[in-house]
């Protein structure tokens, strides 16, 4: 099994000196298919010139060189807390990254009446938080964080509806030029 995971070492090593000792002589080698552990054994000075040739390289001698070059976070498998990992950045040129998030395991609905004075939705813990004003309104409806106006809110029509990544529905403020319309709300956790 230490084979093994000596093998996976020197490939991962052997693409980390790539970067360090200059990806277009490896990368040829790589390509025709002769790599070979003297010439990935080069040393090199702190700016990275090559300054000689390593050949009675080892893998113990190569997994030394990355871990001084690397510090403390020498790459094993499984996870990590984020001291122990390696940055990673991810390309400019890089496509869409998809992500996916657990099961929502609850849904909380109410609705409330909407005044000329800005209010609070009710309390009740979320992770998305809908609101819609009703179709039947007469007014429409602004809302916004705490202090939020009919001139600096957002604008909702009767039958309109938006949804906010929030943790709380409380922290959503409605508020209308007069009675007459109420807004539905629905909290998903």
Request: charged share 10%; hydrophobic share 45%; aromatic share 4%.
């Amino acid at each position: 099994m230490k084979r093994r995971g000596d093998i996976l070492l020197l490939a991962f090593c052997a693409a980390l000196l790539a970067l360090a000792v200059g990806a277009h002589d490896l990368g040829a080698q790589i390509a025709a298919g002769t790599v070979n552990l003297r010439t990935l054994a080069k040393s090199t000075t702190a700016a990275g010139n090559v300054t000689s040739e390593n050949t009675s390289a080892t893998i113990q001698g190569m997994h030394t060189a990355i871990a001084s070059w690397m510090g403390a976070t020498t790459p094993t498998v499984g996870q990590k807390t984020m001291a122990a990992s390696l940055p990673v950045a991810i390309a400019s040129d890089q496509g869409a990254v998809p992500v996916t998030q657990g099961a929502l395991t609850s849904l909380t609905t109410g609705q409330q009446a909407v005044t000329a004075t800005a209010a609070a939705l009710p309390s009740s813990a979320a992770k998305s938080v809908c609101i819609k004003v009703l179709a039947a309104g007469t007014q429409v409806v602004y809302y916004g964080p705490s202090g939020a106006t009919t001139g600096t809110g957002m604008e909702l029509s009767p039958g309109d509806a938006s949804c906010l990544a929030l943790d709380n529905v409380s922290r959503i403020f409605v508020i209308a030029g007069s009675t007459g319309s109420t807004v539905a709300w629905e909290a998903k956790n």
